[in-house]
């Protein structure tokens, strides 16, 4: 959101998480009121749940929004912490291939051997799936761009050490 | 040996800043991959970690926070207790803590509750020439309140984990809530009387504590939306984290009209990150422990514990200062997925209620969100003062005391956790 | 043989509830079988409440057949989205009792299901039980179609279910065992079905107060072994492990069906097992916990199986007619 510029992968999870209230909030209404229940709008909430994960674990990538432990690497010269911020932008990028990689062997699977259907819909259940890799593309971006960022702040600081 | 790797691979990776979702999701997908644990499910449980129903209260409660402070009720909170205790020595960290204590019946998470409360109390406090580090430290300590307090993300987490109940443990969270909220005060007091640290100096009159209240009303109305649903049986924590979020929206727009179509939008993407980034932890903590169980971890931890600590009053005091070091380096989730798991067939050994032991747990966890170096609503408070956290923990440690005081006599009365729960039919121990 | 053979250090199983059940015991059992009988050379652990699966119970056939994990002691239902023929077991009213249930799982069917999941990867070796399913609830005894009308019920999550309880006109509801506890305490739920396995370890009279005995359909447990894994070991381990997955799987039917099938069940107990349970008749039990229980006579079934029939026909499709016939035919043995 800086700059007002929109982000697709902003503006598709802001998407996702509202539909996934309002379809939620009508479940409960009519469940309530109705006495009717779509247990389809608890398989696609939950479904939705994994993909605006995705998209949101992608877009902390880029903020540097996610938890870790900085006490060290904030004391640690620059060579290190660029080392450091390079190996952690990697091995985080290697976990989303290997998930990844996975999620591409279980939808070959599911789609020549399995043919699992989804609890409610009976959708075939690799249509959720492929939600994985698709926006997985933004954590990659993301990764690499919050790789920049970081290193970028680095230079940074030790100019503005240098300078004081 | 691989023990060694996954637990060697996993702190070596916090230690140089990796993200704690990368570091426990490699350590335990490269135990997984190079011992053969399991690799095909790498991906079906990474979906699987997540996609349960009950989670999806997390994202919701976040939701609803966020619109409730875009739509500025804890201004409004904040300035009711103001006007109340305002007075009083030590009267704006008094009406902070009791602020947070509000305004936990309306978030789930402790930093945003930072936030929220901060930004509006702490530059009053400042004003008033309270210390800013003490003002950060005092909002930080008693945002804690806000997973203690339903809703709560760590109750969330913890009924995933150990399939109690959420709305048992949300009821079970409120008298404990209000008792350390106690302890905060009593703490507060005392520094404040020492520093002379005083209240505003103009005494609120019955007509603006109406007042107050009545700009109050519907924000004092969110906790009973929230938690009057699950009480009475009519919602479970999902349905009611959704219905906070359509309250929240609809006071926003039509009653404050302080929400607009760009906040809602802001709080959408806003909330999309917060969840994601305990969700991350969440599904690959998720896949550690599976690993921690098949390489015999819990085993080894369990019969170690049961041998070191022979009674349950033993076992309690060991589990909390286990969480208690802990929480230090860790946050809630994880501490939650690597600590739980080892603690459960412990309990069950001892006899030891669940849902008890879950409200001790998340009171131990919240300590760990104000001790350093991982101290998330330090960090929170300390940005908010322009400050850093080192300064900000040197006038925290007090409020640390007095929660582990809190803790230690919720340790030895159950019953105060367990009242609610019992008494409104939720729960039978 | 020529190549020398080499047991992993310990076998993964997964089982989707714990060891209070019956069929948590009798995966104990057969791990506990398996060990004392091979020596302590195959050492089997088992994992409770799908852990392995990050609590997706419907993931166990693939984990299985991928050889993610080695062995399972688990349910048709879980398995029943990838193996269409499992939902055999749930057509509304189908099989119904023991005899019948027996003759399909020994004869032509059983052995067809067991080739089909072979295909799959996924070595099947004995059958057990979690037992016929019943109804429970706190509103009213459930004696007629009419009775199920606007009935909360908390039902599996599977669609056979969902379209079973709106063909009777109830609600059906999907929630975890926890939460609907907290629904039957606040009467946001009305009631559930389980079988008796499962009723006795959750206490459902401190719930509901009705039962009926409709066996209207029926939750088999499958003992199985990934097919690599199966194919790695000797004859001699193959031989014990089919042997105890069959005596683990006798003691567990004989468990949950005791006091549900006259004195068949008891006595195997003893006779087989030396065992006398402390609770021998299930049904008698609950009747002295307060419960009503009500026993559906031959028309008051009929009436249920007429109401069901539009459901049992458009599943007889998904299930494959070929399973249906050979079970149509197996039963008429
Ligand atoms: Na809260
Ligand atoms: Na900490």
């Known amino acids: ?164 | 040996m691989q023990i060694l790797t996954l637990f060697g691979i996993f702190a070596l990776l916090l230690l140089i800043g990796v993200p704690i979702g990368t570091s426990v999701g490699f350590a335990a997908v490269f135990s997984i991959w190079k011992y053969g644990l399991g690799v095909t499910m790498i991906s079906r449980n990474f979906a699987s970690g997540i996609a349960k129903f009950p989670l999806i209260a997390i994202p919701f409660f976040v939701l609803a926070g966020i619109l409730m402070q875009k739509a500025k009720l804890a201004e409004k909170i904040s300035n009711l207790a103001t006007i109340i205790v305002g007075r009083a020595t030590g009267g704006l960290a008094i009406a902070g803590v009791l602020t947070c204590l509000f305004w936990g019946a309306v978030s789930g998470s402790g930093p945003a509750t930072t936030a929220a409360v901060g930004l509006t109390i702490i530059p009053v406090m400042i004003y008033q020439k309270y210390d800013k580090n003490f003002s950060a430290a005092t909002i930080a300590a008693a945002s804690g309140l806000a997973i203690i307090i339903p809703p709560s993300i760590a109750f969330i987490v913890y009924g995933n984990v150990t399939g109690v109940s959420v709305g048992a443990l949300f009821l079970g969270g409120i008298l404990p809530g209000i008792i350390i909220g106690l302890f905060l005060i009593v703490a507060a007091y005392f520094v404040c009387k020492k520093r002379n640290f005083r209240g505003i100096k103009k005494r609120g009159t019955l007509k603006e504590i109406l007042i107050a209240t009545k700009d109050a009303f519907w924000a004092l109305l969110a906790p009973v939306i929230i938690l009057g649903g699950i009480y009475a049986g009519i919602a479970t924590p999902t349905e009611a984290a959704v219905f906070a979020v359509f309250y929240s929206i609809f006071v926003g727009f039509f009653v404050y009209r302080t929400l607009t179509l760009k906040g809602l939008y802001e709080a959408l993407v806003g909330a999309v990150i917060t969840s994601s980034v305990a969700m991350f932890v969440v599904t690959f903590a998720t896949q550690f422990s599976i690993a921690s169980a098949i390489l015999g971890v819990i085993d080894i931890m369990a019969d170690g514990i049961i041998s070191i600590a022979k009674t349950p009053i033993a076992v309690l005091l060991l589990a909390n200062v286990a969480i208690i070091i802990a929480g230090m380096f860790l946050d809630a989730i994880s501490i939650t997925y690597v600590f739980m798991p080892i603690f459960m067939p412990i309990l069950a050994y001892y006899n030891i209620d669940l849902l008890f032991f879950g409200i001790i747990f998340v009171v131990a966890l919240a300590i760990g969100q104000i001790t350093p170096p991982v101290a998330v609503n330090l960090y929170v408070a300390a940005n908010l003062v322009k400050s850093t956290l080192d300064k900000v923990a040197k006038e925290v440690w007090i409020y640390v005391i007095a929660v582990i005081a809190g803790l230690i006599f919720l340790t030895f009365f159950p019953q105060i956790s367990l009242y609610i729960p019992v008494a409104s039919g939720l729960y039978i121990p | 043989s020529a190549k020398e053979f080499t047991p992993k250090a310990e076998y993964t199983m997964t089982v989707n509830v714990g060891n209070t059940f019956g069929w948590g015991m009798s995966a104990q059992k057969w791990c506990d079988l398996i060990n004392e009988r091979t020596g302590g050379k195959i050492n089997v652990k088992p994992y409770w409440g799908s852990q392995l699966l990050a609590g997706k119970q419907m993931n166990w056939f693939q984990a299985v057949a991928e050889g993610s994990i080695d062995f399972a002691v688990e349910s048709t239902i879980n398995s029943s989205a990838v193996v269409k023929s499992h939902n055999l077991f749930s057509l509304p009213f189908f099989i119904n009792t023991y005899e019948n249930l027996d003759k399909i799982e020994y004869g032509e069917t059983g052995k067809k299901m067991f080739a089909e999941m072979e295909k799959m990867q996924v070595k099947a070796l004995a059958w057990g039980e979690n037992g016929f399913r019943q109804i429970t609830n706190n509103i009213r005894p459930v004696r007629t179609p009419e009775d199920m009308k606007g009935l909360r019920l908390r039902v599996c999550p599977t669609p056979i279910y969902d379209d079973i309880f709106k063909q009777l006109g109830a609600d059906p509801i999907h929630m975890n065992w926890g939460d609907a506890v907290t629904g039957f305490q606040q009467g946001a739920v009305d009631g559930q079905e389980n079988p008796y396995g499962v009723l006795l370890p959750v206490k459902i009279w401190e719930y509901h107060k009705y039962a009926t005995n409709w066996n209207y359909l029926v939750d088999p447990l499958l003992f199985v072994v990934n097919k690599k894994v199966w194919d790695s070991f000797p004859e001699d381990i193959q031989t014990i492990i089919k042997e105890t997955a069959e005596e683990a799987g006798m003691w567990e039917k004989a468990f949950v069906r005791r006091g549900l099938d006259g004195d068949i069940s008891i006595n195997i107990l003893k006779d087989k097992f030396g065992e006398t349970p402390e609770i021998l008749d299930q049904v008698a039990y609950v009747k002295t916990m307060g419960m009503e229980v009500v026993v559906l006579t031959d028309a008051e079934l009929n009436a249920f199986k007429e109401a069901t029939k539009p459901v049992l026909d458009k599943w007889i499709s998904e299930v494959g007619t070929n399973f249906v016939t050979a079970a149509t035919l197996d039963m008429a043995k």
């Open chain 1, 1 to 164: 959101m800086e700059g007002n510029k929109l982000k697709i992968e902003e503006l598709i999870s802001a998407i996702l998480l509202f539909a996934m209230a309002s379809i939620a909030f009508v479940n409960v209404l009519s469940r309530k009121i109705f006495h009717l229940s779509f247990a389809f709008t608890e398989e696609v909430t939950v479904h939705f749940f994994v993909w605006i994960t995705v998209l949101g674990i992608a877009i902390a990538f880029e903020k540097g929004a996610h938890l870790g432990v900085v006490t060290v690497y904030n004391k640690l010269p620059k060579t290190l912490k660029k080392t450091a911020a390079f190996i952690s932008a990697s091995l985080s990028a290697l976990l989303f291939l290997i998930v990844n990689y996975y999620a591409f062997r279980e939808i070959y699977m599911d789609i020549t051997i399995f043919h699992m259907e989804s609890e409610a819909l009976r959708l075939p259940e690799w249509i959720y799936i492929i939600g994985i890799p698709i926006f997985s593309v933004f954590i990659f971006k993301n990764i690499y761009k919050g790789l920049k960022n970081e290193l970028k702040k680095i230079e940074g600081e030790e100019e503005k050490q240098c300078k004081s």
